[in-house]
């Protein structure tokens, strides 16, 4: 069952990489911060699995549409997609990003500040579920406006249930990877589990009558590969 995870041929992996350079060098205007985040994270042997530059542009766009100000990502690896955000909310804008590695959150903290987002970016240490359960019992618990899941799959849906817990209707809520190669459908790979187990919670709530969210999916193909994004509105 597990074989479910599909590679394409190396001519078609080159088109994908052609479409997705022909994208960016049009719509993306250079950008020195986030390139010297990419080179600071290959120096540093990061795993490439940030987003791709027309992913982060994307989450971006998303972000400035919804007038998003205080924005909490989990997984921050070398805090490529961190950065993204914190253009998106701006100096007086706030991005709370959580991540396990004390190596990637310093190697983020470097990029963030060298990018002069310092002030506007927290990278917070440790395993998501303890950061988020300690955010959960905070006095006052904050609204973000925008949620983006990023880190280990299995905890997709636990991840998802905090972005509720600390939702505003209105808050979007993105989660990363959810296609895999195709895994999603008929892999019984532990992230592919995991993300299956946050679409079905979903229906259940629909069909349940509990709808908190909006919620759709897309495929992505690109340098990261055949990949796909869940984007989620709350509703109430
Ligand atoms: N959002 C980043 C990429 C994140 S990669 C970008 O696009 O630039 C996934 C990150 O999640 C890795 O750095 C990994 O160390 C982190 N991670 C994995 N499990 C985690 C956990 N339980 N809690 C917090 N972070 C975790
Ligand atoms: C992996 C994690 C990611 O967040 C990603 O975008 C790509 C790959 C991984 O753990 O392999
Ligand atoms: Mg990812």
């Known amino acids: 069952m597990a074989s479910q995870d599909y590679r394409f041929s190396e001519r078609v992996y080159s088109q994908f990489d052609k479409l997705e350079t022909y994208i960016t060098d049009n719509l993306l205007p ?7 985040t990419l080179k600071a994270n290959a120096a540093a042997n990061l795993d490439a699995i940030d987003v791709a530059p027309n992913e982060g ?3 971006y766009l998303l972000a400035k549409l919804n007038k998003s100000k205080n924005i909490l990502e989990v997984g921050t690896l070398g805090g490529y997609s961190a950065i993204w955000f914190a253009k998106a909310v701006g100096p007086s804008g706030k991005v709370t990003t959580l991540e396990i590695e004390p190596f990637h959150a310093e190697i983020a903290r470097k990029n963030i500040e060298a990018a002069g987002f310092k002030d506007v970016v927290d990278v917070k240490v440790g395993p998501a ?4 359960k300690a955010i959960s019992e905070q006095t006052t618990k904050p609204v973000f406006d925008f949620v ?7 905890n997709n849906l636990p991840y998802f249930k905090y ?19 195709g ?3 008929g892999s019984d790979a532990e992230d592919a589990v995991g993300t299956r187990a946050l679409f079905e919670w979903i229906r259940s ?15 992505t193909v690109g340098s990261k590969g055949w990949d796909g994004f869940l984007m989620a509105t709350v509703v109430a």
Do not use: C, M, P
Not at 129 to 132: E, K, P
Not at 148 to 154: G, H, L, N, R
Not at 163 to 181: E, K, M, P, W, Y
């Open 148 to 154: 983006f899941i990023d880190a280990d799959k299995v």
């Open 57 to 59: 542009k994307f989450l």
């Open 205 to 219: 709530e629909e069909e349940s009558g509990r709808r908190r969210v909006e919620s759709t999916a897309l495929q």
């Open 129 to 132: 579920l303890d950061t988020l």
């Open 183 to 185: 895994r999603l459908v």
């Open 163 to 181: 972005a509720l817990q600390f939702s505003r209707a209105g808050t979007a809520i993105v989660v990363d990877n959810v296609a895999r190669r």
């Open 30 to 36: 250079h950008d020195a911060a986030l390139e010297a």
